[in-house]
């Protein structure tokens, strides 16, 4: 139901649009994670061009969906990445006031649509001062880098980070990841990465069970294997308090299997799991460790039944976690650009472990509220946006 004193907002595209003008029309892009995002990523790519700004794409590999990243400034290291991504979650089954792709302002301070947050507030902050930026006399540069599929995932940060290490010659330093933070600095997150475990049985009346092997009982093994891991980690004192929980977490969420009946040895099964870590904790690491058990197991089952296999396949790329010491110089410019002196963790994965992992200093810094991100009538309030205006025009100040 949509309230009838509050009507969406309306403007059209030109080079000079305020922050609030931008935002109404990103929000008008109801580009998922995982959908084709030419939509969006054209009217961002024309609004650059109007500006003068020369950008350049990087593409899934299908050619479908495309990040976009530009350098505004002097071709000379140094300078910063703004780093946002271009996709929203679903309003599938939400119960939204507001029509959720088109920007509302009903006059209570706060201006609602799906992203509004999470994250096109930040990347509307950003483009907004593009002009200034472009009129600036930058001594160092500022670089624009918008993804995809990144609430999906972070599928394609990884190679948008690393395509913009390989591609410029000369290296951003710092990468500022605009993910909603109050326009505090996040230094850290854990990282993640999910799985899914297939086994193979063989059928047989359930009393061989001692000759045969069961697909159910395998997993079973598996599954403990990787609460118990959990448990020695803490028990080994790999605990970090600056995450709630304080440690690596391992969780199996669902189970499959095709087995028939209470008598019947299961001839398969499967199941998907994640490992959420601490910085300290390494997520090849473990799973190598999870790796070496399931051979070990192949074995033993392989004297029963020797096509016993045990697969695992990532469901999708690592999410690095993120580990930016306090007294590195991105966290003093945070600092410096927002005023916020609170360094705080981040409890949710985002695209800084990738940019950390391509050699810049990342941290996570944007406007808007987390406990505002995926839910019905997500907004933004208008001084949050104001803000997130304040904190970039203040990096172009201290780049001159
Ligand atoms: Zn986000």
Request: hydrophobic letters at 40%.
């Amino acid at each position: 139901m949509v309230a009838e004193s509050s009507k969406p907002l309306s403007f059209a595209q030109s080079p000079f649009m305020n922050v609030t003008e931008i935002l109404h029309h990103l929000i008008s892009f109801p580009v998922l994670g995982g959908q084709v995002n030419s939509s969006i990523a054209s009217w961002i790519e024309n609004y650059l061009t109007q500006n003068g700004v020369a950008f350049v794409n990087v593409w899934n590999e299908e050619k479908t969906k495309r990040c976009i990243h530009c350098r505004i400034g002097p071709a000379i290291d140094g300078g910063v990445i703004l780093s946002g991504h271009m996709d929203v979650v679903p309003v599938d089954g939400q119960d939204w006031t507001y029509p959720p792709f088109e920007l509302t302002d009903p006059g209570d301070g706060k201006l609602y649509g799906r992203g509004t947050s999470d994250m096109k507030g930040y990347v509307a902050c950003c483009l907004s001062l593009v002009p200034e930026m472009m009129v600036a006399d930058l001594k160092r540069p500022i670089y624009l880098a918008l993804s995809f599929d990144e609430e999906i995932g972070c599928r394609s940060g990884q190679m948008l980070a690393n395509h913009m290490r390989d591609y410029y010659e000369e290296k951003p330093a710092f990468a500022i990841i605009g993910e909603p933070t109050m326009l505090h600095g996040f230094n850290c997150q854990k990282g993640i990465v999910v799985y899914k475990t297939s086994l193979n049985g063989i059928n047989a009346h359930s009393s061989k069970i001692m000759e045969k092997v069961s697909a159910i009982h395998e997993s079973a093994r598996l599954i403990t294997w990787l609460e118990d891991k959990m448990h020695e980690l803490i028990g080994n004192g790999h605990i970090d308090h600056r995450f709630v929980p304080p440690h690596t977490t391992f969780h199996v969420g669902t189970f499959e299997k095709s087995g028939t009946q209470f008598n019947i040895v299961s001839d398969s099964a499967s199941f998907m799991w994640e490992i959420r870590n601490i910085p300290m904790d390494s997520i090849a690491g473990l799973f190598g460790e999870f790796e070496a058990f399931c051979r070990e197991r192949e074995v033993i089952c392989q004297q029963k039944f020797p096509d016993f296999r045990i697969v695992n396949e990532e469901i999708h790329d690592e999410v690095p976690s993120l580990d930016t010491p306090e007294e590195s110089r991105v966290v003093e410019l945070i600092r410096t650009i927002t005023g916020n002196h609170a360094i705080k963790s981040a409890a949710y994965a985002a695209e800084a472990g990738q940019f950390q992992r391509a050699g810049f200093e990342a941290i996570i810094c944007g406007p808007g509220d987390i406990d505002q991100a995926h839910k019905a009538d997500e907004f933004i309030s208008k001084d949050q946006l104001q803000k997130g205006v304040g904190m970039i025009r203040k990096l172009i100040e201290i780049s001159c």
